[in-house]
């Protein structure tokens, strides 16, 4: 069994930072990828962004791009999302993912095998 675990969300206005982080655990945690989606109120969940566990390469959603930033702590088997210059617009409830089969794509939520419960980010006006 894996479990993802999320933290760092919280309230802020526009315009502030927040970093979030997914800790992976399990008796055979490995995975080929993790990543974030995110959803809001009654909007159906999206993709945010993913990195390559061995490799480091990352994805995002244009949404985010050059705002947020994955990362990863191989070691600690861990994910960090840095959300920079927020937007009311990014308040969602943002889930950790993992994928463990390097097959198919990423950004569809299907392709990702473990969730996190989720944390919420609220960015107010």
């Known amino acids: 069994q894996v479990q993802l675990v999320e933290s760092g969300g919280g309230l802020v206005q526009a315009g502030a930072s927040l970093r979030l982080s997914c800790a992976g655990s399990g008796r055979t945690f490995s995975s080929y990828a993790m990543g974030w989606f995110r959803q809001a109120p009654e909007k159906e969940r999206e993709f945010v962004a993913a990195i390559r566990w061995t490799s480091g390469s990352t994805f995002y959603a244009d949404s985010v791009k050059g705002r947020f930033t994955i990362s990863r702590d191989n070691a600690k088997n861990t994910v960090y999302l840095q959300m920079n210059s927020l937007k009311p617009e990014d308040t969602a409830v943002y889930y950790c993912?993992?994928?463990?089969?390097?097959?198919?794509?990423?950004?569809?939520?299907?392709?990702?095998?473990?969730w996190g419960k989720g944390t919420l980010v609220t960015v107010s006006s």
């Open positions: 993912a993992a994928k463990s089969r390097n097959t198919g794509g990423i950004y569809a939520m299907n392709e990702w095998d473990y």
